[in-house]
């Protein structure tokens, strides 16, 4: 996937075993949030319209483990 330059999040100097150790850290973050939310709160709705939280993680866990074995070289 490219990345366009224009992307503030985007730093094309970034050695890659630092980008993996900021996924891996932004991926923990995510999941102690994801830990802490109920049924009631996985079902409410997301920032994403149509969406609930629980839509939200499902598509996050997807992408991540399509993109993970990029992420391993």
């Known amino acids: 996937m490219e990345v366009p330059v224009s992307d503030p999040g985007f ?6 075993a630092e980008a993996r150790a900021q996924v891996r850290e932004a991926t ?6 994801a830990h802490d939310l109920d049924e ?3 079902r409410g709705p997301s920032r994403c319209p149509g969406w609930t939280r629980a839509h ?3 598509h ?3 992408k ?5 074995p990029a992420l391993r070289h």
Do not use: F, M
Not at 28 to 33: F, G, I, N, Q, Y
């Open 11 to 16: 730093d094309p100097g970034l050695d890659p």
């Open 28 to 33: 923990e973050r995510l999941l102690a949030s």
């Open 40 to 42: 009631t709160a996985l």
């Open 56 to 58: 939200v993680l499902a």
């Open 60 to 62: 996050i866990a997807g």
């Open 64 to 68: 991540l483990g399509a993109e993970s």
